[in-house]
């Protein structure tokens, strides 16, 4: 005996015990619904209706079987609804690199909220290293990080990339678009992102690739807005990503270039466990990401 077979039982006794009725209501044809009343029957070794003049009535073990029938059916619906509805209320736990974390978690966090309003979301911004060991131990869903993963535990999804710039300050005689040879760049005061960013691995890979690694920075900053600071101050250069000094180039603070020859392209990537089950609300987070820019 199955839900269905409930379902049909209680249809028949709604419709006063008329089979033709509830095999209307049910879409089904009037031979599914009396088997799945028998199968009922065989199951217990009882009888629910008995037929006088062409009419059903309920047996006292009909009766009785309606009773639990309405109880577990409202258990059943209840489950049923409870469910789906906790799939609103769940919470997600996200992952995010600091580049990414500062400039577009807040905006895929609102995208998200808008489509889920009942689901809590839990961020955390730290280095992609620390990240990934969250999702080692399941205390992330996912994670969006900028460098690729080495753990074989690890999916790696890109879903973006975006160049990696000269910035310079807008004063002290340095022009827009400006491809500064590799000799010049080096003599240069040098202000860079931390070690183990992503930023930063692109950049010591091309330099090593170009024999100029490895470069000893004046800063090192795990803020990007740190640096941009300073160099607008004066204090150096740096590389970026191209996104990240848009506002400050678009205030005229710096201006952007490039190396000569030397191009640096950064990919991003959502990360999650090999194992972990993608829920609805994690595969909803992952097309919101999808379909945006990653700075």
């Known amino acids: 005996m199955t839900i269905r077979n409930i379902r049909i039982f209680l ?3 709604n419709h006063h015990n008329n089979i ?14 009396s088997v799945a009343i028998q199968e009922i029957e065989r199951e217990y070794q009882l009888q629910l209706f008995e037929r006088l003049s062409r009419r059903l009535y309920l047996t006292d073990a009909g009766q009785e079987f309606l009773e639990y029938a309405q109880r577990i059916a409202s ?36 995208q998200f909220q808008s489509c889920h309003p009942l689901a809590e979301v839990f961020v955390k911004v730290g280095f992609s290293r620390d990240l990934e060991k969250m999702l080692l131990v399941n205390e992330l869903d996912l994670a969006l990080v900028e460098t690729p993963v080495h753990n074989k535990e690890l999916e790696a999804e890109k879903y973006a990339a975006d160049r990696l710039d000269l910035v310079m300050p807008a004063t002290q005689g340095y022009e827009a678009n400006l491809e500064m040879p590799l000799e010049r760049f080096l003599q240069e005061d040098i202000l860079l992102r931390e070690k183990g960013s992503g930023a930063r691995d692109i950049f010591d890979k091309a330099m090593e690739e170009h024999g100029a690694g490895p470069v000893v920075p004046l800063w090192e900053a795990t803020s990007t807005t740190a640096l941009l600071n300073a160099v607008q101050s004066g204090l150096g250069v740096t590389v970026l990503p191209h996104q990240m000094a848009e506002d400050a180039v678009n205030g005229g603070r710096v201006v952007r270039g490039s190396i000569r020859k030397i191009r640096m392209e950064q990919a991003f990537f959502i990360v999650y466990h090999q194992d972990k ?17 990653p700075l």
């Open 277 to 293: 089950m993608r829920t609805p609300l994690m595969q909803d987070f992952m097309d919101i990401v999808r379909g945006t820019q």
């Open 75 to 110: 258990t059943f619906d209840d489950m049923d609804r409870q469910l789906k509805e906790k799939k609103d209320h769940e919470t997600i736990r996200i992952g995010a690199s600091i580049t990414i974390g500062s400039r577009r978690m807040p905006e895929y966090v609102k």
């Open 20 to 33: 033709s009725e509830a095999a209307r209501s049910l879409y089904l044809s009037q031979p599914s619904v």
């Open 11 to 13: 249809a028949v006794v």
